[in-house]
């Protein structure tokens, strides 16, 4: 049995980590602990997205003894041609190595954008505020408000989880860097 936590209680988070490893292996038991990502609660670019999801990761694979630790820390970054969220999922093992993945990228709307800025605020507070519904981040999330949950927070989150344990399905590949991100030269 394979052995999975979470660095959340987050339920959308956990069933999307339990979705994608039970797509690669034949036992998995799936649990999550709150973990700090020692970033800011709206994250507003890719490095500390990331930076949140490896600490998350990190810090639960050391509150349990488990064969996986997984960070997930949602989003937003803008660029030239709008304002985007997506997840970054990090995973790693008791060997040090971690596996990096994202979610598709959902452009935001730029009123919510600017209230985010103004407020300082997260993305989850101001789709609660407008849409009346409570704890929106843990359930569709952004995505599934906005596609009429043709496509949930829990399936985004899901193909990053699938794209991060790539590392670890395919080693054959990634063989030269299989080191825990921060002991290289890739950041």
């Known amino acids: 049995m394979i052995t999975i936590v979470v660095g959340s209680t987050n339920p959308v988070k956990i069933k999307a980590v339990r979705r994608a490893f039970e797509q690669y292996f034949k036992t998995v038991k ?26 998350r990761a990190k810090s639960a694979l050391l509150l349990q003894n488990a064969d996986f630790g997984v960070g997930i820390e949602g989003g937003i970054e803008q660029h030239k041609f709008g304002v985007f969220t997506c997840g970054w999922v990090v995973i790693v093992d008791r060997k040090d190595t971690v596996g990096v993945g994202t979610s598709a990228r959902m452009l935001v709307p730029e009123k919510i954008w600017l209230e985010i800025k ?56 990634y063989q030269d860097d299989l080191k825990l991100i921060g002991q290289t030269s890739q950041v």
């Open 30 to 55: 799936v649990s999550g602990k709150e973990t700090e990502s020692d970033v800011s609660c709206q994250p507003k670019s890719s490095a500390e997205s990331f930076t949140g999801a490896l600490n």
């Open 118 to 173: 103004k407020k300082k605020t997260e993305l989850g507070a101001v789709l609660e505020r407008i849409t009346g519904e409570k704890n929106i981040k843990r359930k569709g999330g952004m995505f599934g408000l906005f596609t009429k949950n043709k496509v949930t927070r829990e399936d985004a989150y899901f193909q990053g989880v699938v794209f991060a344990l790539a590392k670890f399905i395919n080693t054959q590949y």
